[in-house]
């Protein structure tokens, strides 16, 4: 692919060099070599990067005063050159042919292929599944019956997808995730103390240009559904209750569990080890620290907390961390003032 490509598509200004210039991919800068590209957001980076063998660079405007130490390299020119090269990543990426189902696969009655799938060896498609154009299937995974797929997503090794399940296009399904189980929902015998499983036969949809992370699991709905929107970047080792509705865009860092019946809005991060109790509601834009803790039906919002948007909310109960921040100040002094005083 040629820069001048990569410029049609994505924008920025050529300042120096050739759009014909040829890349194969992206890379760091100690690394790079005459067919990669690398990225810088000030000068210092530039400076490595100018020393380096890459094609081409892009970094801000007005990043480095001139280019002339470096006359051999492209230079691009954009606001934000880390998702420039970002995005130029996909671009050149390069992706396997596809490779048809293989023979050690096990496919079931009345399943409909797109084109240019790949189903990979000991993975199992169920009857009556679909699965679109360009869609990758890794060895060992399995998709349950009814289940649809997309186009050009790709289904790692040894992902389970439960009955029914739906995936948008162009989604993203690491090692070991669990898509659709059955949610942890059961009504307790008052009498007996036994437990009863409440009914768990709701669906799940993953929208478009979601990523789901290793070893991750989402339940499916108890009588309605659950719903991961466009866009949605979940990590590994996380968990989302039956009935969440998880907005656009939204960042869920490892080893966060979300409770049954809960939402949280569009463009909100959720960092790692979160927990959300069950019926709580996060809303747009809200930002919640490591480790924070949102209890069960707490609605938390940016404007009902008064704070702007943006700000980070740690602790449990979760609250801005500059309040965190203060009540520690205040309780590491009592603290300090107790220990003289004796029993």
Same mark, same amino acid.
């Not at 020393?51 to 130490?69: D, N, R, T």
């Not at 739906?166 to 898509?179: P, Q, Y």
């Not at 569009?266 to 209890?295: F, W």
């Given at each position: @692919? ?15 060099? =050739? ?9 760091? =800068?100690?690394?790079?070599? !005459?067919?990669?590209?690398? +990225? ?9 990067? +100018? ?21 051999? @390299? =492209? ?24 490779? !048809? ?16 799938? *790949?189903? !990979? ?62 949610? +942890? ?12 499983? +409440? ?13 789901? !992370? ?17 866009? *949605? ?25 979300? %409770?049954?019946? %809960? %939402?949280?809005? #569009? ?28 209890? %069960? ?13 943006? *700000?980070?909310?740690?602790? *449990?109960?979760?609250?801005?961390? #500059? ?21």
């Amino acid at each position: @692919m040629t820069l001048g490509d990569l410029i049609e598509v994505l924008g920025g200004e050529l300042v120096q060099g =050739s759009p014909e210039t040829i890349l194969a991919g992206v890379e760091a =800068s100690a690394q790079a070599n !005459g067919l990669d590209l690398v +990225f810088a957001e000030d000068a210092t980076s530039a400076a490595k990067a +100018f020393s380096g063998a890459a094609a081409a660079i892009v970094l801000k405007p007005g990043c480095v005063e001139s280019y002339a130490q470096s006359p051999a @390299m =492209s230079v691009v020119e954009t606001v934000q050159p880390r998702l420039w090269f970002a995005r130029a990543a996909k671009l050149l990426k390069r992706t396997p042919p596809p490779a !048809g189902v293989h023979s050690a696969a096990v496919i079931g009655a009345l399943v409909e292929f797109g084109e240019g799938i *790949t189903v !990979g060896a000991g993975a199992v498609v169920g009857e009556c599944a679909i699965i679109g154009d360009g869609t990758r299937i890794e060895a060992g995974a399995v998709i349950g019956p009814y289940v649809q797929i997309g186009e050009n997503c790709h289904i790692y090794p040894r992902v389970t997808l439960y009955r029914g399940t739906t995936l948008g296009n162009r989604i993203v399904v690491h090692a070991g995730a669990v898509l659709g189980a059955d949610g +942890f929902g059961y009504v307790r015998d008052p009498d007996t103390g036994s437990y009863t499983q +409440f009914p768990q036969q709701g669906t799940l949809v993953i929208e478009d240009d979601v990523e789901i !992370g290793a070893n991750s699991t989402i339940d499916r709905g108890a009588l309605a559904q659950t719903r991961i929107r466009r866009g *949605t970047k979940i990590d590994n080792l996380v968990h989302i209750g039956h009935n969440c509705d998880i907005g656009e865009d939204v960042i869920v860092v490892a080893l966060t569990g979300i %409770s049954g019946s %809960s %939402s949280v809005g #569009k463009g909100a991060v959720i960092a790692g080890q979160v927990g959300i109790g069950d019926h709580a509601h996060i809303g747009p834009g809200v930002i919640l620290g490591g480790q924070a803790g949102v209890l %069960s039906g707490k609605t938390i919002t940016n404007e009902g907390l008064k704070v702007k948007s943006g *700000t980070v909310l740690w602790g *449990t109960p979760a609250r801005p961390l #500059k309040q965190v921040l203060r009540e520690l100040v205040v309780l590491a002094r009592l603290a300090k003032k107790g220990s003289g005083v004796r029993d």
